[in-house]
């Protein structure tokens, strides 16, 4: 595949791409932006109510301008470059919602570049905020992850939440890898060059960069597996127990296992191509540490992310599956072989899950609070939806590999011996059915056991109930001609009350309900009141 560094400017090259689909890219001259700015702010009625964008293309002609100043871009760039600042401003006012914040936001992310534009960041950050503008212009926003193609020059675009298409460089190595082995001369061809040319110089090879925050990393950053040139990737190791590992990202240390392998695939292809032995040593290196690890990134039901941290989404985790095969028919490496068909295997095998200790017997109804519901305790070996099978069972819910707690609580229900089955579905969905232990319902037809006594006016009372948090109290005296009740309300099954009763003695007796209003009562004897 014949891909070079051009000698013609991006600009130049921009211009030969047919443009397709009717999308097409205005050029004005240097005094359209301006303009653009100066009747946007008269539409909005005064400087103080002008929209936040306009703060951001202003800071984008003063960063074209000091571009030219320092001959980091030529005058044909400039004008590209505000042209499609201006295409974006006169986009913007008319944008509903969403696709208005989105512009606005890519916008806004190109001007705090202001002071970095060149010629290889210029085409990628304002060929995106070009593309950002034809879509929105008349698309919604799409779901996040989604990757979009620009025709006119063969680069992808992937959707982010509230900050429109970015510029992903590995994805777009990831397409162009999948055209050179379709052996698409043609797409392959335009995105390398594409990619060429938003190339920049660092440690001495070139890089990509990343112009959107994430996980921290403050932009421009670049990703270890993104950078295709043999140079830079030694600077984006860092070292592990087994050897060199790649940085997935340059602003922090995780241990990613699809960034270890996608770079050794990649340099096999280099080192390959080009006889280079240091290239060829490297990656020795980085097999030796990836077959190392790989034991560490095995839970014996999938793999994990990265060292120590979640398991892998299903695409990384397929991911990982095919560039292991790839591997492992490459170097017909032992431990490469095993991790292919047992990584594989995960994919099709449903989730393992153990029982913990039976749930006592529970009393649902009423719901007071107090032995409602059952607990159920399970481990599951991977990433799954759970859900129990059973009458008035509650949601689905989606959990991790490892001990999770479940909750039946079914409310009024026929007492009875109940058997739940677990059902769990992993994310590629195959599903296992496992029966827990049986619960028994039970219905609170017992009232509590008391005893209570009187000492002059107080109270002193202890009981038990199993099925009750509580129990409602009352005093109901009586005397010839006169019943009165004392009520004193839900109370703990230990303590005392001070009887607040009129004058006299009376016949004093307590009934103590329980939540189901199962009663107990209890004679008390004569209540002598001589003041009240």
């Keep these: 595949m014949g891909v070079r560094r051009s000698l013609a400017t991006p600009l130049e090259r921009r211009r030969r791409v047919g443009r397709c689909g009717g999308l097409i890219r205005l050029v004005l001259r240097p005094a359209g932006l301006a303009a653009a700015l100066a009747l946007a702010m008269l539409l909005s009625g005064s400087a103080s109510a002008k929209p936040p964008w306009l703060t951001d293309l202003a800071l984008i002609n003063k960063g074209i301008d000091r571009a030219v100043a320092l001959n980091r871009i030529d005058g044909a760039e400039a004008a590209e470059y505000r042209g499609d600042a201006n295409a974006a401003a006169d986009v913007l006012p008319k944008l509903p919602s969403s696709r208005y914040r989105n512009l606005a936001a890519v916008a806004h992310q190109v001007a705090g570049f202001w002071k970095g534009y060149d010629s290889p960041r210029g085409l990628t950050l304002f060929g995106m905020l070009a593309f950002n503008t034809r879509w929105f212009a008349s698309h919604w926003d799409q779901k996040p992850g989604k990757d979009v193609f620009d025709t006119s020059d063969g680069i992808w675009y992937r959707a982010f939440p509230g900050i429109g298409f970015q510029f992903h460089p590995l994805e777009n190595f990831g397409k162009l890898n999948n055209f050179v ?300 001609g006169a019943v009165r009740t004392l009520w004193l309300g839900k109370q703990t099954f230990r303590g005392s009350a001070l009887l607040a009763a009129p004058r006299g003695v009376w016949s004093a007796t307590l009934f103590a309900a329980d939540s189901s209003g199962n009663t107990a009562k209890v004679p008390l004897g004569s209540l002598r009141v001589t003041r009240p």
Excluded: C
Aim: aromatic content about 10%; glycine content about 8%.
């Design 181 to 480: 082995a379709q052996k698409n001369t043609t797409r392959a061809e335009q995105l390398a060059q594409s990619l060429l040319d938003r190339s920049v110089v660092r440690a001495g090879g070139l890089a990509w960069e990343y112009y959107f925050r994430f996980e921290g990393g403050q932009p421009p950053w670049i990703s270890g597996t993104s950078q295709r040139v043999y140079k830079t990737v030694p600077s984006l190791t860092r070292s592990v127990q087994a050897g060199p590992w790649i940085r997935l990202y340059a602003f922090n240390n995780e241990t990613v296992l699809n960034a270890q392998l996608q770079t050794i695939v990649s340099l096999q292809d280099y080192a390959g191509r080009t006889g280079d032995q240091a290239a060829t040593a490297l990656v020795s290196r980085l097999q030796v540490a990836a077959t190392g690890m790989l034991p560490r990134f095995d839970t014996g039901y999938w793999s994990l992310y990265s060292l120590g941290g979640a398991e892998a989404p299903l695409d990384y985790h397929q991911y990982v599956v095919r560039l292991l095969g790839i591997l492992s028919r490459r170097t017909q490496d032992p431990t490469l072989t095993t991790y292919a068909q047992r990584f594989g295997d995960d994919l099709r095998q449903p989730p393992v899950v153990n029982e913990g200790p039976a749930p006592g017997a529970i009393y649902p109804w009423p719901q007071d609070g107090y032995r409602d519901y059952a607990r159920y305790v399970f481990w599951v070996s991977k990433r799954s939806t759970v859900r129990l099978q059973i009458d008035h069972a509650g949601s689905p819910v989606v959990v991790s590999r490892g001990w999770h707690t479940i909750l039946w609580s079914p409310g009024p229900i026929q007492p009875g011996q109940y058997t739940p089955n677990l059902h769990a579905s992993d994310v590629v969905g195959n599903a296992s059915d496992t029966d827990l232990p049986p619960v028994e319902v039970r219905r609170d037809t017992q009232a509590p056991k008391i005893n209570a006594s009187l000492a002059a006016r107080r109270l002193y009372w202890r009981g038990t109930d199993d099925a009750s948090p509580w129990m409602g109290l009352k005093v109901v005296i009586r005397r010839p």
